[in-house]
């Protein structure tokens, strides 16, 4: 007598439930902020991942993004804190318990000649560099950055299509002239035609370099290793306002 193949199926072991098990991760490890390239501010240290179905908090702090997508962690460099009298000045530390100050940052800034400058200093009170936010010489531009670093050229924060030499600048418009028309064309069914812009990304040049790139403050990239890092973690905390 014959029996169908599938009368013969026989499963041993557990049946499986289809639920992943969480994978249990190493802690998230501070990492030194002298040599950092890419970092953001925040307060996620593992976020929702591929494996991953929940997010963990830490500190607000600068974080730099480690591992792969799926096992992502945002590893701290320098935890923020406030300083002042009403805590109106903007403090990072070393340690998470914010007792090893790293920089002070002059968070309201101070008017000279029209412009809005931001002083960075040590802990021991010593200036380490200045951020200056220069308004627009006519409209529709918006401001631009400048940072002062004792002994190294100026930089030069401006839009990422206004940067660089006149034959890419003329590029640029023509692509940014195009991109607004189809974003016209392409927006006209929303509700009173309103958009979310799109955050602004800086270049910071010195010498017709670029030594770093900004997005709406929100991401930073170090690509020139003599820029003091406490001064992009400083821009970041102030904001592109």
């Not at 002298?34 to 976020?47: A, H, L, Q, S």
Request: hydrophobic share 35%; glycine share 10%.
């Amino acid at each position: 007598m014959s029996w169908p193949l599938e009368a013969c199926t026989v499963v041993f072991g557990k049946k499986d439930s289809g639920k992943k098990e969480p994978v249990e991760e190493p802690p998230v490890v501070p990492v030194a902020w002298e040599r950092v390239r890419d970092f953001v501010v925040g307060n996620t240290e593992r976020p929702v991942t591929a494996k991953r179905t929940k997010a963990s908090f830490g500190p607000l702090a600068v974080r730099v993004p480690k591992n792969g997508r799926d096992l992502r962690v945002f590893a701290p460099c320098a935890y923020v804190g406030h300083v002042g009298e009403s805590g109106e000045d903007y403090a990072l530390y070393e340690d998470a318990d914010c007792l090893r100050v790293l920089a002070v940052v002059d968070r309201g800034g101070r008017e000279v000649d029209g412009e809005r400058h931001h002083e960075v200093r040590d802990g021991q009170g010593r200036l380490i560099g200045t951020l200056r936010r220069v308004p627009p010489r006519s409209r529709p531009f918006k401001h631009t950055w400048r940072i002062d670093q004792p002994g190294h050229p100026t930089v030069v924060g401006r839009n990422e299509w206004a940067s660089g030499d006149a034959k890419a600048f003329t590029y640029r418009m023509v692509d940014k002239g195009f991109t607004e028309a189809l974003n016209a064309v392409t927006s006209l069914g929303a509700e009173g035609g309103d958009t979310r812009a799109k955050p602004r990304t800086l270049e910071w040049r010195a010498d017709d370099k670029v030594v770093m790139v900004s997005e709406s403050s929100k991401k930073v990239t170090v690509k020139a290793d003599w820029v003091d890092r406490r001064l992009a973690f400083a821009f970041a905390l102030i904001g592109d306002r």
